[in-house]
């Protein structure tokens, strides 16, 4: 009161001392300290740090020496300014539905209301926030406070936000009944619709009445404690389902049908006499008629009597009434749909076809009505509907997805993660939009209002008159740019809560609970997807799911890429069900797989059907209504194989013929066979790589191509060397020699058995295919690749419910060519399996002689002999010679094959003579043992007698022990043929000397060409005897016997037994 009556005399003085001024200073006040009236106090405004006093001299004027310099306005000396906020005065909306009146009637435990007006301590130590409890009723301040915090909860909530939309409604076709003819009437009268009968509308479906149901929202009820939202919203799907089922043979729908039957047969006054009957007006005033003369029998059929005789019958008039009232409870909200002449035409419902399922929200714009119309209305949105179905269907749909929105099926959790990334991502998008218009704001900030429409935009060095402002801008801008990209990174990696309230002391065990029982759990999709949203400021990369896979993993050479965080009863549990779903999305499948197909000499570890389904980690996205993530954790094991992603292709499935994408991967080594056997597991070792592209001898028309290849090569040259055809005319011997034994003698081939080898060979093909590469659905794949690590729990809220990791494992494969690696592998077991078939030409017991080491080698070597008939014609005769001998044994003299694959491997096909080197032609061993595929890897001696032992015992051995062996991916105890190849030591080179050689047939290019080859050892007798007898030609000047593997050697190839003995008669 003092105070008061002190400000109040000071306000007296001020307000007759108008020849004072109001001066200030930057400190506080001196006690004490007044006015130079020697009345006034002076006066301390804390927020601005001001102390102000009355001066008969002007505030800073000269001689006044004065620190009260700052003049201010006159209120700052009559008392403490202080800045409050006020707020508007505006309604937030929808407060009013959460808490209109909170003591009306006691909140519901576990709704919002109850929980904050419960537990909240919310006065500051007021007798009313003692023990927690929530039967009391509040008081207006904190009712208002209370309200206050409801209305943020709810309607300033992206967890609220996203959950909103998962509801459905049902519509149904009606009669066009009196309301819905005034309505079609309006929509004519505002050229909304074409003029003529409304009844004309309805026969020809442009007018087409429905009557809806309320919005059934999964989220959409506070719960009572120890209930959840799927289980009311299932009891309120299912009240519909009743419905429908009790109703589909009810007299309302039997009269809709009859009704449909006279609007398809144009029939209009019956169609008009059977919508009376739907009439509310009319048949309450029938009912009205009826007082005093109730009837408790009727005396109609209440399906097919006349409308006159159904409202004449007072039983049956009051009863129909009840029934009419009954299906606007049901589907209480009017709706139509007006399609044009062609669209209803060709697509307008047929028959039965009454109802309409939608999901999501049902308003689509804001309220509105006609011009000079009649009625509120809005858009309605059918972008969810489907439809429409008979009423048995309609009620099996809305059973469905009561199903499939059983929380263990992940559908909501899945579609609600989305639905908040998609809010987030318009809320940073706001924020973007915000930054990319800072420059031309601050060009108007700093320039005032420069109009720049026309004006084209230029590179930096030519902005001309605005260079000046536009570096200022720059400035500026990249100031802020530096703030915003701050920001990211700290959200990025920063905890951000609203701390709602306190909580009252809770000292009830059951208080405790119940609180725990209403409250949900910790959400960090925000805080996660912070660092997406600023790395537009920031520069952070690899943000999506499995694009960061730095994480060292627990297997020895392997990393972790994380694709999502797994939780137990998410979004809510659902009876005793274990399950998890996702509390950060999940990438679609086809975008995870694509990512990992851009990594690098890199490869995926995954787990085959058998792995998956001994580990019960089932795939169950083809059944999507049942429970699709188990509560378990899956960690990576050596025995999963790696894989690297190829191709993609979309296709039909063969179960529901839905098109799904399907991805090629290719298979290499389990981690523990890369370190039993690191040499099979390595990037294939090849001799002589070519860039160009490997042929296959799969087929006759690709061994014909490469024969003729060779021709058309050989031909061609020819043609390059008109300037040399005088000096040689060899070239039609030459060609005539191709023809006569390369194509001869692979027609030789293909008579004697080359269909039947071919049929063999292609199903090697298949087998290795399938063994390398596989064919899996997108979805599942992913399922394959992923593994799941618990991490307990976090504390994060109080539910406590446990979190698992899930990611992906990655392995080094470099050089990894898996389309390449098949060409080579198949390629050369093909001609491994050629080579053993001529070893056997050198005896029987190759395979099985004892004695010797448990094996056999093949050598090739491919022969050039040179002829000159005369000076105008030489030429070069190329031959292929085999022999072989069991290991260790003395090898036998060479023997000439005419076999056109192994004339190929000695390069005996397309060699120009003019240009033979020392290196055309082909000299190789190939070293053929068999054993267990740790043996072969180790070089151990087969632990098998003989060769022949070893391959009849893997035949029988490999397949069962593989199929007893369903999960496992390495069979250390496999029998394999393993077959290396290795060139000869040296070529062999020489010329006869003959005098009868001229001059001029030294100069035959052919000839001269063959002199100067060099690098090969001389030759030694005696020869091969097919060499022996081209020495003996007259026509003889000379010998080249090959060194060297072919282009492409696969330097080390594994045979499977069974294949072996398929061709090899052991």
């Known amino acids: 009161q003092q105070q008061q009556q002190q400000q109040q005399q000071q306000q007296q003085q001020l307000s007759g001392a108008g020849s004072y001024h109001c001066c200030c200073k930057f400190n506080k006040c001196e006690d004490g300290a007044t006015s130079d009236d020697d009345k006034t106090l002076a006066v301390y405004t804390p927020d601005e740090n001001l102390c102000c006093k009355l001066k008969k001299k002007a505030c800073g004027a000269s001689f006044a020496f004065s620190a009260y310099k700052k003049s201010m306005q006159e209120e700052y000396c009559r008392a403490p300014q202080v800045a409050r906020y006020v707020p508007p005065a505006i309604k937030h909306a929808g407060a009013s539905e959460h808490v209109a009146d909170a003591n009306a009637a006691s909140p519901e435990p576990g709704s919002a209301m109850h929980t904050v007006h419960s537990y909240c301590s919310l006065d500051h130590g007021n007798d009313e926030d003692s023990e927690a409890e929530g039967d009391r009723t509040m008081s207006p301040a904190r009712h208002e406070l209370v309200q206050e915090l409801v209305t943020e909860l709810s309607k300033n ?64 009820n506070d719960v009572g404690l120890g209930h959840t939202h799927y289980e009311a919203f299932a009891a309120e799907i299912e009240s519909l389902v009743q419905w429908f089922s009790v109703e589909e043979t009810g007299a309302v729908e039997k009269r809709l049908e009859i009704l449909e039957r006279a609007r398809r047969a144009k029939n209009s006054e019956l169609v008009q006499s059977l919508a009376r009957a739907f009439d509310m007006d009319a048949v309450r005033e029938a009912v009205r008629k009826c007082k005093g003369n109730e009837k408790t029998t009727m005396l109609v059929n209440a399906h097919e009597a006349p409308i006159v005789d159904l409202l004449a019958d007072c039983a049956a008039s009051s009863w129909w009434l009840t029934k009419l009232e009954d299906w606007q409870s049901a589907m209480p909200f009017v709706s139509f749909m007006t399609p044009d002449n062609k669209t209803a035409k060709e697509h307008a419902p047929q028959k039965k076809e009454e109802v309409l399922v ?27 509907c489907h439809g429409f179905w008979d009423m048995p269907t309609a009620a099996k749909m809305l059973q469905r997805i009561v199903q499939l929105w059983r929380p263990p099926t992940c559908q909501l959790a899945a579609m609600e993660l989305d639905m908040k990334m998609n809010i987030m991502e318009l809320m940073a998008q706001m924020n973007s939009n915000l930054f990319d218009a800072l420059p031309a704001m601050l060009v108007e900030e700093m320039s005032g ?13 030519g902005l001309g008159i605005f260079k000046g402002v536009w570096g200022s801008i720059a ?53 996660y997807y912070a660092k997406t949203a600023y790395a537009k400021f920031t520069g952070e990369k690899d943000l999506l799911p499995g694009e960061d896979c730095h994480q060292q993993g627990s297997l020895p050479g392997t990393n972790e890429c994380q694709l999502g965080v797994m939780q137990e009863d998410m979004p809510e549990p659902y009876k005793s069900e274990d399950f ?17 197909k851009k990594k690098v000499d890199t490869c995926m570890l995954h787990m085959s059907s058998p792995q998956m389904s001994e580990a019960k980690w089932f795939y169950r996205g083809l059944t999507p209504s049942r429970k699709q993530y188990e509560v378990m954790e899956n960690l990576p094991m050596p025995k999963h194989q790696a894989i690297k992603i190829m191709s993609m292709r979309s296709r039909p499935d063969t179960n529901f013929s839905i098109w799904r994408d399907f991805v090629t991967v290719a298979t290499g080594c389990s981690l523990e066979e890369r370190d039993a056997t690191p040499r099979f597991c390595e990037a294939p070792r090849v001799a002589n790589p070519s860039k160009g592209k490997l042929t296959n001898l799969l087929t006759g028309a690709a061994m014909a191509g490469r024969v003729v290849g060779s021709i058309a090569g050989e031909a061609a040259e020819v043609a390059k060397l008109k300037e040399e055809t005088g000096k040689n005319a060899a070239h039609t011997q030459r060609l005539g020699e191709w023809f006569h034994t390369k194509i001869k003698g692979l027609e030789k081939s293909m008579r004697s058995g080359y269909a039947a ?26 399922h394959s690749v992923s593994f799941q690590r618990g991490l307990g729990t976090s504390g994060a809220d109080s539910k406590a419910r446990a979190q698992y990791n899930r990611y992906a494992v990655t392995v080094p494969c470099p050089g990894f060519d898996p389309e390449k690696e098949f060409d080579l592998k198949y390629t050369w077991a093909e001609k491994s399996l050629i080579l053993a078939k001529k070893a056997q030409k050198f005896g029987s017991d190759i395979f099985a002689k004892r004695g010797y080491l448990s094996g056999f080698r093949v050598e090739v070597r491919g022969a050039a002999v040179l002829h000159v008939k005369d000076a105008r014609n030489a030429w070069l005769a190329y031959s292929a010679h085999v022999r072989a001998a069991p290991l260790g044994a003395p090898l036998p003299e060479f023997v000439r094959s005419k076999n056109p694959f192994v ?16 290196s055309d032609l082909n000299g190789f061993a190939a070293s053929f043992a068999c054993g267990t595929r740790q043996e072969m890897h180790d070089g151990e001696q087969s632990s098998f007698p003989t060769f022949a032992d070893c391959v009849k015992h893997g035949a029988m051995f490999n397949e069962p022990h593989r199929l007893d062996h369903p999960s496992e991916t390495f069979f250390p105890k496999e029998i394999v043929v393993r077959v290396f190849f290795e060139p000869l030591e040296f070529c062999n080179h020489g010329v006869v000397a003959d005098t009868t050689n001229t001059a001029s047939d030294v100069e035959n290019p052919v000839f001269k060409n063959f002199m100067n080859i060099d690098g090969c050892a001389s030759l030694s007798k005696p020869y091969p005897k097919d060499l022996a007898k081209e020495a003996s030609s007259g026509t003889y000047r000379g010998m080249l016997l090959g060194k060297g593997l072919p282009q492409e050697t696969l330097t080390e190839v594994l045979l499977d037994p069974a294949d072996f003995l398929k061709e090899i008669n052991l």
């Open 903 to 918: 004339e190929d491997m000695s390069g005996a096909f397309s060699i120009a003579d003019q240009r033979l080197s020392g």
């Open 358 to 384: 939608c999901f999501g929200k049902r308003v689509a714009s804001q309220l509105h009505r006609r011009e000079n119309g009649g009625h509120l209305m809005t858009d309605q949105s059918a972008v969810g």
């Open 157 to 220: 909530s992206i967890n609220e936000m996203a959950r909103e939309i998962f509801s459905v409604y049902v519509c149904m076709r009606w009669a066009p009944s009196s309301d819905f003819r005034k309505i079609a009437e309006e929509e004519m009268s505002t050229n909304q619709l074409f003029e003529q009968p409304v009844f004309q509308h309805y026969e020809d479906s442009t007018f087409l009445p429905l009557r809806c149901s309320r919005n059934v929202n999964v989220y959409g």
């Open 449 to 461: 209002d420069v109009n720049l429409d026309g004006m084209a935009l230029q590179a930096s060095n």
């Open 757 to 782: 080898w071919l049929g063999r060979a292609s199903g090697r093909y298949q087998r290795l295919r399938e063994k390398l590469f596989d064919e899996v659905e997108s979805s599942e794949l992913v």
């Open 475 to 527: 400035s500026s801008f990249s100031s802020l740019r530096g703030q915003y990209s701050r920001l990211g990174n700290l959200l990025g990696n920063t905890v951000v809560k609203w701390v709602v309230c306190p909580l009252k002391p809770i000292t009830d065990q059951k208080h405790l609970e119940d609180l725990d029982k209403a409250l949900g759990t910790e959400d960090d999709l925000s805080r």
């Open 580 to 596: 998890l779903c996702p509390v950060r999305p999940l990438l679609p499948a086809k975008q995870q797989l694509k990512i990992f």
